[in-house]
């Protein structure tokens, strides 16, 4: 039996993406070589660190730069810049390790 040839998606930033019912469920914030990350749409319930520890189980959340990959802990908020590379905030985003 062949196997089948994986199937990219054309995916860049700031395309909405829907559920299979057809509702968008937010749009693309980011892109790297696992994936693409969404967004929710304003008026959504935000999950504090919290609840992501308790969605994630054992996992730490942590943050991460998209632009070095650098991560560390999350004391009360992101740092304000990466402290590897010095990306700004906005290049920081949420990481689930385990």
């Known amino acids: 039996m062949a196997s089948e040839e994986p199937v990219f998606a054309d995916v860049s930033i700031g395309q909405p993406v829907y559920d299979e019912d057809g509702d968008q469920i937010g ?37 991460r730069c998209w632009e ?13 810049n990466c402290p590897n ?3 700004p905030r906005e290049e920081l985003y949420y990481w689930a390790e385990d």
Do not use: N, Q
């Open 27 to 63: 749009t693309v914030r980011g892109v790297d070589d696992d994936g693409f990350y969404v967004s929710s749409p304003s008026g959504t319930e935000p999950l504090t660190l919290t609840d992501a520890r308790d969605v994630f189980g054992t996992a730490y959340v942590m943050w």
């Open 68 to 80: 070095c990959g650098e991560m560390g802990e999350i004391g009360k908020e992101l740092p304000a």
């Open 85 to 87: 590379c010095d990306a």
